[in-house]
């Protein structure tokens, strides 16, 4: 709790989205997934992977990376519609990027394909309709 408590007014100080708070809180992150505490750390990596690929910017691999990785992370804690709207992000990114390579574009397509089916398994299994905004891009 100390670590959060001086996240928090590192975000205060200088800005929820500046950069040296981003770093701060990728490595909280990091922190709690590490001690197997995936439950907190799920709600903040949406924050910090939109806000890195804003910084960071539609060629950044790492930007990227860390909106598929907050993808699967809110697909494994039951939120699919959150998980379908960070994965088009990523896609919408690699689209408007000016140095990807197209075959990374119709990878990321056939992963899209590959999540889709995933959150259909998920809301079947639960006996629950598949939620229309993960249907949104």
């Given at each position: ?46 924050f910090l992977a939109e806000h890195e690929l804003a910084r960071l910017g539609p060629d950044h691999q790492g930007a990227l990376d860390l909106l598929n990785s907050a993808a699967k992370m809110q697909l494994a ?61």
């Amino acid at each position: 709790e100390h670590a959060r408590k001086a996240l928090e007014g590192l975000a205060t100080a200088l800005g929820e989205a500046h950069p040296s708070t981003l770093v701060s809180l990728n490595n909280f992150v990091v922190l709690l997934h590490a001690q197997g505490r995936q439950a907190d750390a799920a709600p903040l990596l949406p924050f910090l992977a939109e806000h890195e690929l804003a910084r960071l910017g539609p060629d950044h691999q790492g930007a990227l990376d860390l909106l598929n990785s907050a993808a699967k992370m809110q697909l494994a804690g039951g939120r699919p519609g959150e998980a379908a709207r960070l994965l088009g992000l990523g896609l919408q990114s690699l689209e408007a990027s000016s140095s990807r390579a197209r075959a990374d574009l119709w990878a990321a397509l056939e992963g899209l394909g590959s999540f889709l089916q995933k959150i259909t398994d998920h809301c079947s299994t639960n006996a629950r309709e598949l939620p229309t905004e993960a249907l949104v891009f």
